[in-house]
Structure formats: structure tokens, C-alpha cells
């Protein structure tokens, strides 16, 4: 019941009616019920007044002529009456006459005193009446009761009027507002119908405010699905390029573990295989744990983005490269990129190596014997014990091939001249091709001037050999050697080829395909270029 009323406004509002119309219903009933009465108490004397008026001139007669047997049947008229239960006529000498028992009243309500016939002053006797008290509790019940039910049933009727208005005007139209409500759920743009008689009062401005509502949230509703839609094609999109990509993409957490990762990463730094697994890149790298640690320190420190090319040898010494870039994130956390640069640190290799290579002879060439030489005479300068020899070498007779047999055949002499050079030197030599027919040697750890030469001798002979063509003709060139030591003393790059090539050019002047040696000190102001110094033959 306490459910039904809870649930229901109608039954609610009933019940409170009925409570509120009972408890004023039965305080009217009693205040209505004590009015009745008293009208009723009023009635009753009026009634008893007509009768003592209707008997009391015969009542007058009797008492005037002591007729007892006209005064008993003047009461006898009141006898008849259901309102009266005795009565009686006294005069002074005593009861006269009794009517409804023998005795007299026991309680007189009304007594009427009864006139001479002749004098209207002059009393001759008193009529006494007891009313029918039973009778009259009978009529008094009987109004109450009447009463009580017509209060009774009028409290009902307004509570029937009220449940039925509320559940026409209240109840029903919420209801069918409630249906609507739940008709247009889940569906944007829906809207709730104004329940009909409805369209002017609070009912109706009820339903325009929530369909007013419903199509704001409905538009925001659509509004923040495009947007959650657009949002995951972006992420989807994103997530497939990240899967995708051939960078590997990583997010580092404050203790420096791998958080996330894309499958790139795996291929790229071998890891992390299990997803479970978060190793710190350390872990994950252990031969370049101090590189990677400090990398991700000068992130840490700068609060900037930094990288680091990463060499990383296989069991079988196959070297591999990889890039890290590393980029702060907030509160100690960072993303990072790894990239395989094997292949472009191969290219740079080989570019490097083209760029200090001759392509006709496959040894260095100018550039690359500049560093070389620079490399040699810095180490030479940290230890002067670490001497060496250089040797220019300009070929003799080479213009005569290339006239004779052409520039084929030239290539074909240069070629195998740098083969022969290349043939007498020690791995830790160095032999290049500066240009036409111009070679320069560096005999590293050669200081003694006559083992230089005796060496010097031995590559000219062999450059002294002749040179089979191409169709079998044969070429022959000699070599003219010129050297310098670099010993106890120092000097430069430059200055050591200028003196070799002093002594080269002495070679030259004095007939060629020879051996000599210029010697410190020489200073660069002594010997102009390619003039007489102190050069020897030996
Ligand atoms: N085949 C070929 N010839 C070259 C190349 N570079 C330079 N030459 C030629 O080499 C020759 C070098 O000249 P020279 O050094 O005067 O010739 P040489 O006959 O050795 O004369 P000397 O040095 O005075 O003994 C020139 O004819 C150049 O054209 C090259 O790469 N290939």
C-alpha cells in the first residue's frame, strides 16, 4: 500500500484529501449533529407548546369546575403523542388528573400553569409534562446518524473528485509525457508531444523546456559523437602509422622502463619481446649501457631533446648502428625514436671512402693522403720517436705510353704501377696517387735514411719492369723517387711534401729514374719550388 502510494500522485493525493476532509469532516459532523439536536430540542418544545395550547382552555374549564373525569380526558389528548410519556393536571388541593401511568410525572420538563376562564390573572391549576426521553434518544441518534453519513459520504465524494482530477489533469498527461519520454530514448532529435487541453498551462511549458532540452543535449550528444568518432579515426590512424612506422617509437617511464612501444622498436633495439616485460634500454642494450645512460643524463640535465649514434657489434663482429633520440616528457618521463642507420652509416662509409679514394688506382688519393699525412704528423708530434719516411715518385717516360698506345693503355701502366708500389710496402704504409703520374709513399717507421733508400731502390726496380699491353705490346716507365725523414725534428705536413719533392725534382734534373734524399734542416726559404737543395744521390 505504502508502494502503491509512493508511486502513484493520484492515490497520494487522495489519501491526503481523505486524511485532511476526515479529520475536518468529523469536527464539522460533531459541531453539525449538536446543531441538529438543539433544533431538534426546539422542535420538540415547540410541539409541546401547541399541545398545551390546544388543551389548556378545556384544561381551564376542568380545573375551574374540579372536573376530574374532563380534566382526565383533556390529558388523554396528550397522550397520543409519541414525544410525551406523562402527564399530569395539579391544582392547589393536590393531582387532579394523571395521563400515560398512574403515578405522577417523576421528572417534569414543561409545566404550564392553566388560567381561571374568568380572569385572566387568576391560576386555577398547572398542567406537568414528562417528556419520552427513549423516543426522544431515538430522534437524536437518529439525526446523527444522518448526519455522519451525509458528512461521510460528502468527504468520499470530494476525495473521488479529487483522485479523478488529479489522475485528468496531473496523472494522465505525465504519464503520457513519461511514455513519450521513453519512446524517444537513445534517439537524438526526438521530441515529446504537449499532452492535448495541455498546450497553455505549466504541463505544457513542462514539455516545451524538455524538448527544448532534449534537443540541446541531442545536438550535443551528436556533436560529441562526431567528435569521439574523429577522434578515434585520428587514433586509429595515428596507431597505425606508429604500427607501421620503421622507426622504432617508445615511451620511457621515471624509472627510465620501457612504458610503450611499436613493433619497429623490437626489430630495431631486439626488444622488448614480451609485453609484460619493461626493461630500461640498459637492460635492453647492455654493451652501450654507459652511452645510453649518459644520453638519457644530458636529456635529463638539459630538458631537451639529444641523440646518439650507437655501433653495436654481433657475436661474429658484424657491426650494426642505431640512432636514439631522446625527447623529455614531463616529470621524468621521456619518448624516444630508434632507427637502424646501418645502411646510411655503410653509405657514409663508402662516401667517405670514394671521396679519399682514386678511381683509377683504388688507393687514396690527394685528399685522402692530406689526412692521412695530418693524422701521421699529429701522432708524430705526440711521439717523436714514431718517425717515418716520404717518398714522392713521379714517373718517367709515362707521357710516351699514353702517345704511343693511347690513354687506355696509360690507365692500364698507372694501374699497374700502383699494384707494383702497393706490392712493396708493409700494411702500415701508405701509398697514394696524387694526380697524373704523381705517387707519394709514407714508410712508417722508417727514420734510417739508408734503409729508406735501400727500400726506395727496390720499388723503383720494380716500377722498372716492363709493362705488358693490352694486343701484347710492351710499355716501360722508370720512377723518380725523392724523400725526406721525419724524425727527432718536427714539422708540417705541407713542409715535409715540399721537401720530398725538392728531391724528386732534383731526380728529374739530373736524368731521371732515381733515388734521392733531402735532409734536415732545410728551411722553406732555402729551396724555391723545385729548385737545387741539398739533395743527394746515393
Ligand atoms: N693515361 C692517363 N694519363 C694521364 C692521367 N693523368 C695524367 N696523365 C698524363 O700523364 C702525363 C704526365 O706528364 P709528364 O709527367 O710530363 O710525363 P713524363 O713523360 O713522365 O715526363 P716527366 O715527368 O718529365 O718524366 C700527361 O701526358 C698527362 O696527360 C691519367 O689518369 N691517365
Given at each position: 500500500m505504502a508502494f502503491a502510494l509512493s508511486r502513484k500522485i493520484g492515490l497520494r493525493t487522495a489519501a491526503i484529501v481523505l486524511a485532511v476532509s476526515g479529520v475536518v469532516g468529523v469536527g464539522f459532523t460533531i459541531g453539525s449533529i449538536q446543531y441538529q439536536q438543539e433544533q431538534e430540542r426546539a422542535e420538540v418544545n415547540r410541539q409541546v407548546e401547541t399541545l398545551l395550547d390546544a388543551i389548556s382552555g378545556t384544561a381551564s374549564a376542568a380545573c375551574f369546575v374540579s372536573d376530574k373525569q374532563l380534566a382526565s380526558e383533556t390529558l388523554a389528548g396528550l397522550g397520543g403523542t409519541r414525544i410525551i410519556h406523562r402527564a399530569a393536571i395539579r391544582t392547589r388541593e393536590g393531582v387532579m388528573a394523571v395521563a400515560g401511568g398512574r403515578s405522577m410525572p417523576s421528572n417534569p420538563v414543561i409545566t404550564r400553569a392553566v388560567n381561571s376562564p374568568f380572569s385572566k390573572t387568576e391560576t386555577v391549576c398547572q398542567i406537568e409534562v414528562e417528556l419520552n426521553d427513549s423516543h426522544l434518544r431515538q430522534r437524536r441518534f437518529d439525526v446523527a446518524s444522518r448526519t455522519a453519513a451525509m458528512q461521510g459520504l460528502q468527504v468520499l465524494a470530494v476525495a473521488i473528485a479529487v483522485l479523478l482530477a488529479v489522475a485528468m489533469a496531473v496523472t494522465r498527461p505525465i504519464r503520457r509525457i513519461s511514455l513519450e519520454l521513453h519512446r524517444i530514448e537513445g534517439r537524438p532529435g526526438g521530441a515529446?508531444?504537449?499532452?492535448?487541453?495541455?498546450?497553455?498551462?505549466?504541463?505544457?511549458?513542462?514539455?516545451?523546456?524538455?524538448?527544448?532540452?532534449?534537443?540541446?543535449?541531442?545536438?550535443l550528444i551528436t556533436s560529441e559523437r562526431h567528435?569521439?568518432?574523429?577522434?578515434?579515426?585520428?587514433?586509429?590512424?595515428?596507431?597505425?602509422?606508429?604500427?607501421?612506422?620503421?622507426?622504432?617509437?617508445?615511451?620511457?617511464?621515471?624509472?627510465?622502463?620501457?612504458?610503450?612501444?611499436?613493433?619497429?622498436?623490437?626489430?630495431?633495439?631486439?626488444?622488448?619481446?614480451?609485453?609484460?616485460?619493461?626493461?630500461?634500454?640498459?637492460?635492453?642494450?647492455?654493451?652501450?649501457?654507459?652511452?645510453?645512460?649518459?644520453?638519457?643524463?644530458?636529456?635529463?640535465?638539459?630538458?631537451?631533446?639529444?641523440?646518439?649514434?650507437?655501433?653495436?657489434?654481433?657475436?661474429?663482429?658484424?657491426?650494426?648502428?642505431?640512432?636514439?633520440?631522446?625527447?623529455?616528457?614531463?616529470?621524468?618521463t621521456m619518448q624516444g625514436l630508434a632507427n637502424d642507420i646501418t645502411d646510411r652509416k655503410r653509405a657514409e662509409a663508402e662516401a667517405q671512402e670514394l671521396a679519399v679514394t682514386d678511381n683509377l688506382t683504388g688507393v687514396l688519393n690527394r685528399l685522402g693522403f692530406e689526412r692521412a699525412l695530418k693524422d701521421r704528423v699529429a701522432s708524430h708530434a705526440r711521439d717523436r720517436q714514431d718517425g717515418f719516411t716520404i717518398a714522392m715518385i713521379d714517373l718517367d717516360w709515362f707521357k710516351q705510353v699514353n702517345d704511343t698506345y693511347g690513354h687506355d693503355a696509360g690507365d692500364h701502366v698507372l694501374r699497374t704501377v700502383s699494384a707494383r708500389l702497393k706490392r712493396g710496402l708493409r700494411r702500415t704504409d701508405t701509398l697514394a696517387r696524387l694526380g697524373g703520374d704523381e705517387f707519394v709513399i709514407v714508410l712508417d717507421g722508417v727514420t734510417d735514411e739508408a734503409t729508406a733508400v735501400t727500400i726506395l731502390h727496390k720499388i723503383r726496380n720494380t716500377v722498372l719492369e716492363p709493362i705488358e699491353l693490352d694486343g701484347g705490346a710492351i710499355a716501360h716507365v722508370g720512377a723518380s723517387i725523392g724523400l725526406t725523414i721525419a724524425n727527432d725534428e718536427l714539422c708540417g705536413a705541407e713542409e715535409l711534401l715540399r721537401r720530398a719533392d725538392v728531391a724528386m725534382y732534383e731526380v728529374k734534373k739530373a736524368g731521371r729514374n732515381d733515388v734521392r734524399v733531402t735532409s734536415f734542416p732545410h728551411a722553406a726559404n732555402e729551396t724555391s719550388h723545385r729548385s737545387p737543395a741539398d739533395s743527394r744521390t746515393i
Open positions: 515529446v508531444a504537449i499532452p492535448p487541453g495541455h498546450e497553455h498551462d505549466e504541463l505544457g511549458s513542462l514539455v516545451v523546456d524538455t524538448n527544448r532540452l532534449i534537443d540541446g543535449m541531442s545536438r567528435l569521439r568518432e574523429l577522434r578515434e579515426r585520428d587514433e586509429q590512424r595515428l596507431r597505425l602509422i606508429i604500427e607501421n612506422a620503421e622507426t622504432g617509437i617508445f615511451t620511457l617511464d621515471a624509472e627510465a622502463r620501457m612504458e610503450s612501444w611499436n613493433p619497429a622498436c623490437v626489430r630495431v633495439l631486439g626488444g622488448p619481446t614480451r609485453h609484460d616485460a619493461h626493461p630500461t634500454l640498459e637492460e635492453l642494450l647492455p654493451e652501450l649501457a654507459a652511452q645510453i645512460a649518459a644520453l638519457r643524463q644530458r636529456v635529463f640535465e638539459r630538458e631537451r631533446s639529444a641523440s646518439g649514434d650507437f655501433e653495436l657489434r654481433d657475436a661474429i663482429g658484424v657491426s650494426r648502428w642505431i640512432q636514439l633520440v631522446l625527447t623529455p616528457s614531463g616529470e621524468g
